[in-house]
């Protein structure tokens, strides 16, 4: 059901073309050269240790219903 979601969600059939450029028109802030590099950095296991230790317990973050105490007790 999520797979299915998430590849009609990222299809390129269906879009408006005069509205994406609309938009793209008034983006006016581009990123600096250092976070562009930052941003095509693999991501790194310290980095996803502070985001699961800073998760909200008691709530979930996606739609299958997984706690973020879950993900904090098993992280590890």
Same mark, same amino acid.
């Given at each position: /059901? +999520?797979?299915?979601?998430? +590849?009609?969600?990222?299809? &390129?059939? *269906?879009?408006?073309?005069?509205?994406? !450029?609309? =938009?793209? #028109?008034?983006?006016? @802030?581009? =990123?600096? #050269?250092? #976070?562009?590099? /930052?941003?095509?950095?693999? $991501?790194? @296991?310290?980095? =996803?240790?502070? @985001? @699961?230790?800073? =998760?909200? &317990? *008691? !709530?979930?973050? *996606? $739609?299958?219903?997984?706690?973020?105490?879950?993900?904090? +007790?098993?992280?590890?």
């Amino acid at each position: /059901m +999520q797979r299915d979601f998430y +590849q009609d969600l990222y299809t &390129s059939q *269906g879009i408006n073309e005069n509205a994406a !450029s609309k =938009l793209l #028109e008034n983006i006016t @802030v581009t =990123l600096s #050269e250092e #976070e562009a590099n /930052m941003c095509d950095n693999e $991501i790194g @296991v310290h980095e =996803l240790d502070k @985001v @699961v230790k800073g =998760l909200k &317990s *008691g !709530s979930s973050p *996606g $739609i299958d219903g997984i706690s973020n105490t879950f993900y904090k +007790q098993y992280w590890g």
